[in-house]
């Protein structure tokens, strides 16, 4: 499914909460967020089993979340969770030029890395130029757990016309126009990406079992190693990081600022939000923003 235009509503759904927000006309920030709180256990991220345990909660949160922002709109970018979705960065010397024989490269290449059968999954992909050819952004994951969250949409009275994992979502409200480090934190993982010229050259997914409270020292050392794989496979050193997932207090930007030198901000700005952001915290509305004002 696709519409003409992008849709203006954004919805995550995340192990501990539902968010969504609006755009406004001016397209550079959101003019209306809010947020709901799930019961633990309702929603466990995965890549194989169901994600959604308790079903019913999860489409009630969807409705009110979204019906405090949604208007006359019903078209949704639905966001899911980034240990529900495999994202992989795959380097060819060319593509067929034909969409159906191009994916289906793609999937052999993916075929090997996965733990479950490609042949049972939904696979997305973007081609970017690269030094040495094509480097493709994957993102794949079962199609039975796509299904389920796009049955939670339609359950609450949406149209979830546009899917993404949370962390690609949230790469949208990077400026990325230098070498740039973008780490998100959820409870269950930590995910690194790093960009320059606005070009995906690095994507990992970590599991993260300290969740929210996990220290700025901590994220620093999880972090180090894409960092010198990077400094080592483009001879560029970071220049600008931004942290989203951790509350304001988290004092990761001292520890990452440190190890590399770069300056750290927040990924979601204050003038992003305006005033309304609500009851949505700020620090974890990366996804929505991300998607909307990409």
Not at 8 to 25: N, Q, T
Not at 115 to 124: G, L, Q, R, T
Not at 179 to 202: C, G, M, N, Y
Request: with cysteine; charged share 20%; proline share 6%.
């Amino acid at each position: 499914m696709a519409f003409s235009s992008k849709p203006k509503l954004a919805c995550e759904i995340s192990a501990d909460r539902v968010l969504a927000g609006r755009l406004a006309d001016s397209g550079s920030m959101l003019e209306a967020c809010s947020s709901r709180e799930l019961a633990p256990g309702s929603v466990v991220p995965d890549l194989i089993e169901n994600n959604l345990r308790q079903p019913a909660p999860v489409f009630e949160s969807i409705r009110e979340t979204l019906g405090a922002v949604a208007g006359r709109s019903r078209d949704v970018i639905a966001i899911l969770p980034d240990a529900a979705v495999r994202v992989a960065l795959l380097d060819f010397d060319a593509l067929p030029a034909k969409p159906f024989e191009a994916e289906s490269v793609v999937r052999f290449r993916l075929k090997k890395s996965l733990p479950f059968d490609v042949e049972k999954a939904k696979v997305s992909y973007h081609p970017q130029p690269s030094s040495s050819g094509v480097r493709v952004v994957a993102a794949v994951a079962l199609t039975s757990v796509i299904e389920d969250y796009e049955a939670a949409f339609r359950e609450a009275g949406y149209s979830p016309g546009v899917i993404l994992p949370s962390m690609l979502a949230a790469l949208g409200a990077a400026n990325a126009d230098r070498p740039t480090l973008v780490v998100k934190v959820d409870a269950r993982t930590t995910s690194i990406a790093i960009l320059d010229k606005h070009e995906l050259l690095l994507f990992r997914t970590l599991e993260n079992t300290r969740g929210v409270t996990i220290s700025g020292e901590q994220l620093a050392e999880e972090v180090y190693p894409s960092v010198v794989f990077f400094q080592d496979t483009y001879h560029l050193n970071i220049e600008q990081i931004f942290v989203a997932g951790l509350p304001e207090s988290g004092g990761a930007g001292p520890a990452l600022g440190a190890q590399t030198g770069a300056e750290v901000h927040e990924l979601v700005a204050s003038s992003q939000l305006g005033a309304s952001v609500g009851t949505a915290p700020r620090w974890r509305m990366a996804g929505v923003v991300g998607a909307l004002v990409s």
